[in-house]
């Protein structure tokens, strides 16, 4: 079994939260999660790079000169790749890196990358978001409380919470996320997180 101290937004604990490891995840493989967020990585590319072949170039196909006796070296047309301001020999080209692993496997890998923040102790499980109104040193106050101040810091979300994101936008290394689109990718790319009993409850299956 897991145990942690559940924190309130001052930073003091208000109880305990127990889970067992294997509602996670079995184990945490690592050459998964690294496929994982090569794929993230991957799909993230824009692929709009673009170069001119010598096809693309302005400009005369025609040969230069001659090919024999004018005493110099033969040449072809002027956009042939060999020349100034001709095109590229392999131009390049846009292109999709967008792939998908399996389902299963995606979402395997997130419960494992979730999973390593509590063996690492790298996750710390608040009360509830007492956050009425948009106002970053809320959050400020929050990191500094709980010793995460000025680090990368991931905060989970039940659903939408406006008032949370917009507190939190300015502070540098802090994310926010709802805890249903949190991710292997996301979770690894962040070394702290922040998560709610209510947002456990839901991954563990206990709600």
């Known amino acids: 079994m897991i145990s ?6 001052s930073g003091a604990e208000c109880g305990s939260y127990e889970f067992d490891p294997a509602t996670l ?85 997130t419960r494992m990358a979730l999973l390593s923040k509590f063996q690492d102790s790298q996750a710390v499980i608040l009360k509830a978001w007492d956050c009425a109104a948009p106002k970053t040193r809320v959050i400020s106050g929050l990191l500094t409380n709980l010793g995460l101040s000025g680090q990368s810091v991931l905060l989970a ?7 949370v994101w917009k507190s939190a936008r300015n502070i540098q290394g802090v994310a926010v996320m709802p805890g249903v689109d949190l991710n292997a990718y996301s979770l690894l790319r962040h070394k702290n997180l922040v998560i709610t009993v209510a947002e456990m409850d839901r991954i563990t299956g206990r709600a």
């Open 4 to 9: 942690l101290p559940i924190r309130d937004m």
């Open 157 to 163: 979300t039940e659903g939408q919470n406006v008032n």
């Open 25 to 109: 995840a079995e184990a945490i493989n690592r050459q998964l999660l690294h496929d994982v967020v090569v794929m993230y990585n991957a799909n993230r590319r824009v692929g709009e790079v673009q170069t001119k072949s010598r096809g693309m170039v302005a400009g005369s196909t025609r040969k230069l000169f001659r090919q024999k006796g004018t005493g110099r070296a033969r040449a072809g047309a002027i956009r042939t790749p060999l020349r100034k301001g001709g095109g590229h020999t392999f131009g390049k080209k846009p292109r999709d890196y967008y792939y998908r692993l399996p389902k299963k496997a995606v979402r395997k890998a």
